[in-house]
């Protein structure tokens, strides 16, 4: 099983900039597929943007040209770059490890997870 730890998590104005990790460790610690979701307060979990190992990346509209994903095969880390962060933001963000690529994240079968880390973008 494979471990997944994020990092980076913290407060930042809208606008701002921050940078989460994802470290895998354990059995198996390249995922053929590295997903980031995120989820506000009283609201479900949703897709922000999944990896590949190719490099195949799909983001959520909401995040498209603010967010990019990428990695750091060396440390095993994969990394959310978030970009003129808004307030709409803020919520605790998961990545999670599928085996298969689908184009429709839906389909990817997330089944190993984080435990999460708080992003809270003030106004």
């Known amino acids: 099983q494979v471990s997944l730890v994020e990092s980076g998590g913290g407060l930042v104005h809208a606008g701002g900039s921050l940078r989460l990790s994802c470290t895998t460790s354990g059995r198996g610690v390249s995922p053929y597929v590295m997903g980031w979701f995120r989820q506000a307060p009283g609201n479900e979990r949703v897709f922000v943007g999944a990896?590949?190992?190719?490099?195949?990346?799909n983001y959520a509209d909401s995040v498209k040209g603010r967010f990019t994903i990428s990695r750091d095969n060396a440390k095993n880390t994969w990394y959310l770059q978030m970009n003129n962060l808004r307030p709409d933001d803020t919520a605790v963000y998961y990545c999670?490890?599928?085996?298969?690529?689908?184009?429709?994240?839906?389909?990817?079968?997330?089944?190993?997870w984080g435990q999460g880390t708080q992003v809270t973008v003030s106004r």
């Open positions: 990896i590949s190992r190719p490099g195949m990346t």
């Open positions: 999670a490890t599928s085996a298969i690529w689908y184009a429709d994240y839906r389909t990817m079968n997330f089944n190993n």
